[in-house]
């Protein structure tokens, strides 16, 4: 993490930072954009993002759609690929991630910690209003969900106090833990009773519910967890919930540990 601190303090390339910007961009929306489109979002010249793209569209990270829109290219997918060091956990979680939606009628997704963020590796949406959006809007928000909670309360102290140090606890809501002390004294709970339940932490009227996916050496590598409308939590929706994710938590524990 040392590491990670001391290359913050360099300057950066802007031309890097912009073209990376424009795979963000295109990547993260829900349709190909075109070049105006870009440039708007990234607050640039027309002329800076065109050259940009050029040469992103050039070297196949951008494809270039006949309605002169751009999409992420080839090159982008490949590099993606092979940088999942999540595929195994994310294919042996694919059906189970699916019952347990349709069980549950709850959005389902499995979620790991990776460098001090979170990141939904698999997601399965329900057909509920309460929706998560695919985009990882949520990098930051480890402190204020139930996959989060479990996940943090997997570090030892140091980790803890790194990650404290390294991440401001915004206040998303009235309900958002930011207090570092009442945020160590739930995880010590959390981590006591093998769950966590999160309700309005995040975003008001959502909660979630998260239980621990176990690797080797019994240490949690992943968190299980579902999201739903706040309105049905209660003790008697929370128990039954709980029987179903460590229900197919154990199946999960069982595929990544053969």
Known sequence: MKQHKDLSRRSFIQSVERALDILEAVGNSSKPLRSGEIAKALHVSPATASNLIRTLYKRNYLEHNKDNTYALG???????????IWKNLRS??????????RECNATSFLGVLHQQQMLAINLVQSNSPVNISLPQ???????????????????N??????FINSNPLHKLT???VCDPQKLKDELNTIRAEEFAVVRDESVFGVSSIGVPVCGRRWR??????????????????LKRQLVLLNKYRRELEKKILR
Do not use: M, R
Request: charged share 15%; proline share 1%; glycine share 2%.
């Open 137 to 155: 809007n949520w990098l930051d928000q480890a402190h204020s969900t139930a996959a989060g909670k479990v996940l943090l309360s997997s570090l």
């Open 157 to 162: 102290e140091e980790e803890f106090d790194d």
């Open 74 to 84: 080839v090159q982008s997918f490949i590099l993606g690929s092979a940088a999942d």
């Open 174 to 176: 009235d309900c958002t």
């Open 92 to 101: 042996a979680s694919s059906d189970i991630l699916q019952n347990l939606c």
């Open 220 to 237: 949690p590598v992943a968190a299980l967890s579902i999201s739903f409308s706040s309105y049905f939590l209660s003790d008697q929706y």
